[in-house]
């Protein structure tokens, strides 16, 4: 089992800059392949980046591409989200997931594990 909690979310103004953090319980972060997803108020929980265990792969949903960039620090057990260049198309609830083995992936169905999500705002 592993438990995921995420945070630093909030309100920003378009244009800023959040960084959120997702750290795991348990001693095998190393194993699980990451990803970060979003939901907005009446829409699908949708794809946002994705990380592989060893960093070596990442995968970004073209929207993001060039503003936002995910990372992890195993020794931590944690992952990131840093997102820059913020657009108020990008509110929503952000979720981690997390996946034992494998590269990386892109959709909710093929992770195991997720949070309980970070709301980020981001006015016009």
């Known amino acids: 089992q592993v438990q995921l909690v995420e945070s630093g979310g909030g309100l920003v103004q378009a244009g800023g800059s959040l960084r959120l953090s997702c750290t795991a319980s348990?001693?095998?972060?190393?194993?699980?392949?990451m990803g970060w997803f979003r939901q907005a108020p009446g829409k699908d929980r949708e794809f946002v980046a994705a990380i592989s265990r060893g960093a070596r792969s990442t995968y970004y949903t073209d929207s993001v591409k060039g503003r936002f960039t995910i990372s992890r620090d195993n020794a931590k057990n944690t992952v990131y989200l840093q997102m820059n260049s913020l657009k108020p198309e990008d509110t929503a609830v952000y979720y981690c997931a997390a996946r034992d083995g494998g590269p990386y992936y892109i959709r909710p169905g093929e992770y195991d594990y997720w949070g309980q999500g970070t709301q980020v705002t981001v006015s016009s």
């Open positions: 348990g001693r095998t972060f190393s194993s699980y392949a």
